[in-house]
Structures are given as C-alpha cells and as structure tokens.
C-alpha cells in the first residue's frame, strides 16, 4: 500500500489529467440538501461535501434500464453500449463496500458479463465522509475501506491524503507525479489519526446486526410484520436507493415489422407488488407484510448464510427516504423488542385509541 499526498489546489488538474479518455463522474448538488453522481463536464460542479447522493454508484455500473441484446428468430446479438470507460470520483466507503456486495453477487452462480465488464471498466477513487443521524456503518465496520478503490482521499482540509489501492491507481499518480507529494510528515500523520478518531465519535446510529440473523428467525411470525405491511406504501423506494439491492425485470420489445426484440434489463424490486407477479394471474406475495419480509429476512439473514456479510452496507439511505419510517435501523431495533418512534407504531397506537 502506497500513500502519497496531494495539495486541494492539485485536485482539478489532477483529475483533468486523467479524465482524458474516460467519463468522470462525481458528486453534484440537486437542490438544498440532494446530491446525485453525474457526469462532469465542469470541475466546479463536484461537491464533496455531501453525506449520500439519492442512488448509489451502482446506477453508473448497471444503469436502471438497459439493452442487452437484439434477437431475430436464429440469433442474438449482444448489447455492452452501457460498458464505456469510467472514473467515478467521490465514493464513499459504505458505497465501496457496496459494489464489493455486489461483485459477489453477480460472481455467484454465473458470471454475470453486463455488470461484469461495466465493473472492470469503472476506476473507484474514493473520498472521506462525515456521518449524519441515519449513517450505521460503523456497526458493519463498512465506514472504513481495505480493497475495492483504485485511490482513496482522505480530506484534511488543506491537502488530502491518498491511499493508493491498485496498480491501476497507481497508474493515475504516474500521470502527474509531480502534483504529489510523497513524503508524509509527523504533523500530517497526527492530522490523519484524529480525524479518524473524531469521525469514530460522531457516529449516533448503532445497530446490533450480529442479532439479527436469529431475531429474523425467531419473529418470522411476529404481528409486527403485519403492522409494517399496514404502513407500507409499497413505493419501492427503498430498494430502488439501496446499495446492495440487485432486483431487476427483463423486458422483451419487439419491433414491429423487423423480424426482431430488443431485450432489456430493468431495475425493479421486490417491495413492489408486480414484482412476484407471474402469469395466469397468481402472485406470491401480494401482501405487502410478506414483502417487506422477504426484503429483510434476504438482507439480515440470507445474504449472512451466502455470502458471509448482510445486504446492507449501513449508508442510511433507507432511512433518508422511506415516507413511512420502515428502514433497517427501525426495523432492527423492532425486532429487538424496543420501543420504536416509527410512523407505524404511531398508526397503531391511533387505531387503538
Ligand atoms: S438496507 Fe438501508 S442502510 Fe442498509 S445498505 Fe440498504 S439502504 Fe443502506
Ligand atoms: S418500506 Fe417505505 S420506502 Fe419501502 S416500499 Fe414501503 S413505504 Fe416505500
């Protein structure tokens, strides 16, 4: 592992100079309190100071819809016009850790070659944070970061200091060495550890995720899921802003008079009520309580048997967006049998006034 440090008055010739042959993404404001990650055309559009973008990264990787391939009645031709050479700038550590959820999910069975090779083509420069009420990642030791970036910036104000996490990234630097410095002093090295140790103690939002595999067994038939379903929307929101959600539809567009389809992949998620939907009219969870708990048994239980670690990364996005206060932090503490200040227990307690 390499470290070297960069001046804040570098950071856009930097990135001019390795954005030649690529699309760079970044973070850029979307009204008061929004963030969304876009394509630069305009340095002076990147905010770093941002604590979540509405979706996560993942949306450059797999866009929400997509082609993958054209098929006539003897044959196919594949789609990779989503797969262009990336550098997405400004990703935070539970984002990072996300697309490693996903890596392994679309490693698992097959490889699959449209996130795949979007993947390969992406460079990870990483940026630091600072933690809001909603962040729990620090539960999931997701708020820090040892693989899946090419660079990582850690912000210290005047300068950052960049962690070099592959060769590809240390490609970057070779671009313009001479913006770098690669001698840290003490006072730099002191700098860094208490930010790390400040950032530690703003964390508020805990959860105790090594109880929840169990919990999600021993209150499989709890009324609370019930009462979450009575306060569902069913807007999908949720899955729709979660890193580590990976749901999607294929839809089959034929055109008329060509002899062809053009097949596509679409995100879609299973909090909507189409989604188990099959034909001949039957669905297999057409109660709302049933999804959200085929949603939270896959990310509190699921995933842990599979794959080692939840499907959820603690970004908080959840959190952030549902209009009803369903979210794994409350859900969590729920199925731990604490009080819950959520817009379904305040609904309870109206209907049995
Ligand atoms: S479940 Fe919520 S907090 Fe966890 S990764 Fe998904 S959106 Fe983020
Ligand atoms: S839990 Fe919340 S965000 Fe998710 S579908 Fe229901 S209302 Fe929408």
Same mark, same amino acid.
Request: hydrophobic share 35%; with cysteine.
């Given at each position: ?260 389809? *053009?097949?596509?992949?679409?995100? $879609? =998620?299973?909090?909507? #009520?189409?989604?188990? %939907?099959?034909?001949?009219?039957? /669905? ?42 369903? *979210?794994?932090?409350?859900?969590? $503490? =729920?199925?731990?049998? #604490?009080?819950?200040? %959520?817009?379904?227990?305040?609904? /309870? ?5």
């Amino acid at each position: 592992m390499k470290i070297v440090k960069l001046k804040k008055d570098n950071l856009f010739p930097f990135l001019e100079a390795i954005s030649g042959g690529a699309e760079l993404w970044a973070p850029v404001k979307q009204g008061p309190e929004q963030h969304t990650f876009q394509v630069i055309r305009d340095f002076n559009e990147i905010d770093l100071d941002y604590t979540r973008t509405i979706l996560p990264p993942n949306q450059i990787i797999t866009p929400p819809k997509f082609n993958m391939f054209q098929a006539t009645k003897t044959e196919y031709t594949p789609d990779f016009s989503h797969v262009s050479k990336k550098i997405i700038f400004g990703i935070h550590p539970c984002d990072i850790h996300g697309l490693l959820t996903m890596d392994k999910f679309y490693r698992y069975a097959i490889d699959d070659p449209y996130f795949l090779e979007s993947r390969q083509n992406a460079l990870i420069l990483g940026h630091s944070c600072w933690p809001d009420e909603h962040c729990m990642c620090k539960s999931m030791n997701t708020h820090i970061v040892k693989e899946g970036y090419d660079l990582f910036f850690t912000d210290l104000k005047d300068i950052y200091i960049v962690w070099i996490g592959s060769t590809r990234g240390d490609d970057l630097i070779r671009i313009r060495p001479d913006l770098f410095d690669k001698e840290l002093t003490d006072q730099d090295i002191q700098r860094y550890m208490q930010r790390r140790e400040d950032r530690d103690e703003a964390f508020t939002c805990e959860i105790d995720f090594a109880s929840m595999p169990d919990l999600m067994e021993l209150r499989y038939n709890a009324p609370l899921w019930e009462e979450l379903g009575a306060a569902c929307l069913a807007c999908g929101s949720c899955s729709n802003v979660c890193p580590t959600c990976n749901c999607y539809n294929v839809e089959d567009r034929p055109v008329l008079g060509q002899g062809l389809s *053009n097949i596509s992949r679409c995100w $879609d =998620a299973c909090t909507l #009520e189409n989604y188990s %939907a099959v034909a001949g009219g039957e /669905n297999f969870r057409e109660k709302r309580a049933e999804r959200l708990k085929l949603w939270y048994t896959h990310k509190l239980q699921a995933y842990i048997s599979k794959y080692g670690t939840p499907a959820c990364v603690g970004c908080g996005r959840c959190a952030a967006t549902c209009p009803v206060d369903i *979210n794994v932090k409350t859900v969590a $503490d =729920a199925l731990k049998g #604490e009080e819950v200040d %959520a817009f379904w227990t305040r609904l /309870n307690k109206e209907v049995t006034k």
